[in-house]
């Protein structure tokens, strides 16, 4: 048995999820139906998540060994502590018994998504195709690696999650020649869905109805694809008993059959465009943070830049007065930080309603600020759409006691 801490959303506390055998075999059957709906069941393919303490790379590496296709490299942002180092290890002598070969993580930061590229490319030579598990924010920087060294990824596959598969994101890692799909996971329930090459967007998914039943609650914005998810788990297996439970995500339902495996099998449901519910409040003027960043993409790709090379940050003063800061990552070299404010302005309109609002109230009252600066990253190693300035007193896990402290 795995645990895990849930990661919540700015405003709420984790809490603590278990899996065991029961839920990776579930979700075993679930990957193998993808991966027989991509026809890549016998490609090589690497995972670059963070090894433990987080859930997310060893919960992939446990669900592939049950239907004993492991990675054949697993890149990680951390390197792993002693006591995970140790459990890998046994892992990986026990799945030699079954005459498979466990890789161990290799620590591979941020920076160098070119190892990543590299491998898949090689990989692709090989074996005619290559494919790829990782955060949609990691994905978008093997993308960039690429293109900066020219490296062509045509015929490799990468399955993005953890984060929302942007049409940014979509149309910088298509560039390198890649191909994209979004797959839909969660502490808290385990596999919620995943993309098959036959939707309208790669960003389509199917739901996994045999686990989770899922609908949408009444939206409260103008936006019209901005209706909160509310999920019920089906399998006894989950992680957690949800009862049309809220987890901070919005998307799109529609019944759609599918001539893939996972439609065959009866997953006529789909959802896309799942992002986050999170909402920034400044100057009186709500706005979705997933609608901010539709209008900072858009300025950052017409200036040369990549998805992922800024980032969001509240700051509050003293008195209480909020303002929103740009912080453009190293990478965005060449960009004028004045027009880069000026593009925003001009295209946050676009958007609907109260970013029309937003734009004009924020304009006026200077409430934001463009600064330079690396990103910083969640414990899970996922890019933050939003952080907030203060301390953060939300409880870590504590992987020596096994509990949240
Ligand atoms: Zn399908």
Redesign the pocket.
């Known amino acids: 048995m795995i645990r895990g801490a849930t990661s919540g959303t700015w405003s709420r506390r984790p809490s603590r999820v278990a899996y065991d055998w029961d839920l990776f075999a579930e979700e075993a059957a679930l990957e193998c139906l993808l991966f027989e709906?991509h026809g890549i069941l016998d490609a090589p393919w690497a995972l670059w998540l963070p090894g433990p303490p987080s859930v997310s790379g060893i919960h992939n590496l446990l669900v592939h060994l049950r239907f004993r296709r492991p990675p054949e490299r697993w890149f990680s942002h951390l390197p792993a502590d002693w006591q995970s180092a140790a459990a890998l290890r046994y892992i990986r002598a026990t799945a030699r018994g079954f005459g498979m070969r466990v890789p161990l993580p290799e620590p591979t930061a941020f920076e160098e998504a070119e190892s990543v590229a590299r491998w898949l490319a090689s990989a692709r030579d090989r074996a005619g195709r290559a494919v790829l598990k990782a955060f949609a924010s990691s994905a978008t920087r093997v993308a960039e690696a690429a293109r900066q060294l020219r490296i062509d990824l045509r015929g490799c596959l990468i399955f993005a999650g953890g984060e929302s598969l942007t049409p940014a994101r979509i149309a910088h890692i298509r560039a390198t020649g890649a191909t994209v799909f979004a797959r839909y996971v969660a502490t808290e329930t385990g596999w919620i869905a995943s993309a098959?090459?036959?939707?309208d967007s790669p960003d389509a998914m199917?739901v996994f109805t045999d686990r989770l039943a899922v609908l949408t609650a009444p939206a409260d914005s103008a936006v019209d694809d901005d209706a909160p998810l509310l999920f019920t788990t089906l399998s006894a297996g989950a992680g957690k008993i949800l009862l049309n439970t809220d987890l901070g995500d919005s998307g799109r339902l529609r019944r759609r059959p599918?001539?893939?495996?996972?439609?065959h099998a009866g997953?006529n449901l789909q959802l896309s465009g799942v992002h986050s519910q999170a909402k920034l409040s400044i100057e009186g003027i709500t706005v979705a943070v997933a609608v901010i960043t539709r209008a900072l993409d858009r300025v950052v790709a017409a200036a040369g830049g990549p998805p992922d090379s800024y980032q969001l940050r509240q700051e509050e003063d003293g008195a209480g007065a909020r303002r929103l800061v740009v912080r453009l990552g190293p990478a965005l070299t060449g960009v004028d930080d004045g027009a880069l404010l000026r593009g925003f302005f001009a295209e946050l309109p676009r958007h609907g309603p109260d970013a029309k609002l937003a734009a004009r109230f924020w304009r006026e009252s200077s409430a934001i600020a463009v600064r330079r600066g690396s990103p910083t990253l969640s414990d899970a190693h996922k890019m933050r759409p939003l952080t907030v300035s203060g301390p953060d007193h939300s409880p870590r896990f504590d992987v020596a006691r096994g509990r949240l402290r």
Not at 196 to 199: M, R, S, V
Not at 258 to 263: A, H, I, Q, R, T
Request: charge should be neutral; include cysteine.
């Open positions: 709906s098959c090459p036959f939707g199917h599918c001539g893939c495996p996972m439609g997953l």
